[in-house]
């Protein structure tokens, strides 16, 4: 088992008391077995890991996005949320085995250089013949090291039933149920430690009927999995279903049973305040995605808001078609302004926001006994920022220079305590590899 001793380094520890030090963490395995103040004692046999010039903070946690797309960044440039969508389904009905694990090993290669530990997907294209997508991601994110829980999405509503996706991307509900449950009994793992959890997931209400949804609900609760969709998203979306169902997203997702704190919705932008105080009271959570909602220019979630009233609000890079970074260390800075650019300098801290990128998001999954804080006992997720090099110098605050100034670069990110990035570079698969594949894979999609 082997023992890894972080030195001298600035620790954000995320605990109940939210101490912060200039001090040690020790892993030990796959847990953290000691935290605390000035050096550590000494451990026989341990990496001893020279921590001076940088700040430690727990594994950062991904709660939305569609790896899929990272082969199809940059289309729809300058197009609405319906517009962009309508663009690539059909690119999206073309998508294969092959292309979805080149996409996700260089989305989760993205994701672990900017600071992420724990990846959730939310996968939903499932064309006919494209073979099973779902086990090429999870081979991906077992391949790039990577805590992975996976959601399996789906669509039933195409055109032919007043949806917006075309007929050819969209499944049967008896179909996509069975399969969802196949997806749980093969890969679901409930463990403490477990990396790999499934979510049950059908894609939003404009794609999905609402007997598919009120099903996937029950599904979900039968088997003790989590469950997530897209919900007010944009306005466009609110008026689809006020027009389609006579009520906004959120009551017709409550009536549909999807409100809880077993249930998280991405973006979740348009709210009044009488369903933000709903979202509080259920405990029902939201992967907050800055970078997607500012790139399709759906608007800014009252993340001050939602945190205020008791809903957990996580941080997301949503898919890299309409976040072409899919940097999450990013999405902590934009969670930061944005919220301010709406609500005012007092709306959030930027300690907020890493409560945001951490505990939060281990609220979200299900995980946050075991993930999101740097504690005794804990799971040994956590990210060593350099905050010595040019864009950082000088500021006193290490957790100001993370959240304000460029991402800074990561010197080692350990997940269930293995090194999966070391000063910079990914130790698990050949970066420049992924890219000339990525390429290779997107001109065939086009082609
Ligand atoms: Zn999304």
């Not at 605390?36 to 700040?55: N, Q, S, T």
């Not at 997508?133 to 399996?152: K, M």
């Not at 449950?181 to 059908?202: F, G, K, T």
């Amino acid at each position: 088992m082997a023992t890894i001793v972080i030195e001298g380094a600035y620790l954000a520890t995320l605990d109940p008391e939210r101490h912060e030090f200039i001090g040690h963490v020790v892993a030990e395995g796959n847990r953290i077995v000691k935290v605390g103040p000035g050096p550590a004692p000494a451990y026989e046999g341990a990496r001893v890991v020279d921590g001076r010039g940088c700040l430690v903070t727990p594994g950062f946690v991904n709660t939305h996005q569609h790896l899929y797309q990272w082969v199809t960044r940059g289309l729809a440039a300058d197009a609405t949320l319906f517009e962009w969508l309508t663009t690539l389904y059909p690119v999206w009905a073309r998508i294969s085995e092959e292309s979805v694990y080149v996409a996700a090993r260089a989305a989760l290669a993205q994701l672990a250089l900017t600071g992420c530990t724990t990846a959730a997907d939310h996968h939903y294209v499932f064309p006919r013949g494209g073979g099973d997508l779902l086990a090429a991601e999870i081979t991906a994110a077992a391949e790039v090291g990577l805590r992975f829980h996976p959601a399996r999405g789906s669509m039933d509503r195409g055109q032919k039933d007043g949806g917006l996706p075309p007929d050819s991307v969209v499944e049967d509900r008896d179909e996509i149920l069975a399969a969802t449950e196949a997806a749980i009994d093969r890969w679901h793992d409930p463990a403490p430690d477990s990396m790999l959890q499934v979510v049950v997931a059908p894609c939003s209400p404009f794609s999905v009927s609402g007997e598919l949804m009120r099903e996937s609900a029950a599904l979900a609760r039968r088997r003790g999995v989590r469950m997530h969709t897209h919900l007010a998203e944009t306005t466009d979306e609110t008026d689809w279903c006020r027009e389609t169902f006579g009520c906004t997203p959120l009551e017709y997702a409550d009536q549909l049973g999807w409100t809880g704190p077993d249930v998280w919705f991405a973006h979740g932008i348009h709210f009044d305040d009488a369903e933000i105080k709903h979202l509080g009271n259920t405990r029902t959570g939201v992967a907050h995605c800055p970078s997607s909602n500012a790139r399709l220019g759906a608007g800014i979630a009252r993340t001050a808001d939602l945190r205020a009233a008791g809903a957990p609000v996580g941080l997301g890079v949503d898919g890299a078609a309409s976040n072409e970074s899919g940097s999450l260390v990013e999405e902590l800075r934009h969670a930061v302004l944005f919220a301010r650019a709406r609500g005012g300098p007092q709306s959030m801290t930027v300690r907020a926001a890493l409560e945001m990128a951490t505990l939060e998001g281990a609220r979200i999954l299900g995980r946050s006994a075991d993930l999101g804080s740097l504690e005794p006992g804990k799971l040994a997720d956590l990210a060593v920022w350099e905050v010595t090099t040019l864009p950082h110098a000088g500021i006193p605050d290490p957790i100001a220079a993370l959240a304000l100034s460029t991402p800074p670069p990561l010197a080692l990110l350990l997940v269930n305590g293995r090194p999966v990035v070391e000063h910079g570079v990914l130790t698990t698969a050949d970066t420049a590899a992924m890219s000339a594949e990525v390429a290779r894979i997107q001109a065939g999609l086009f082609a």
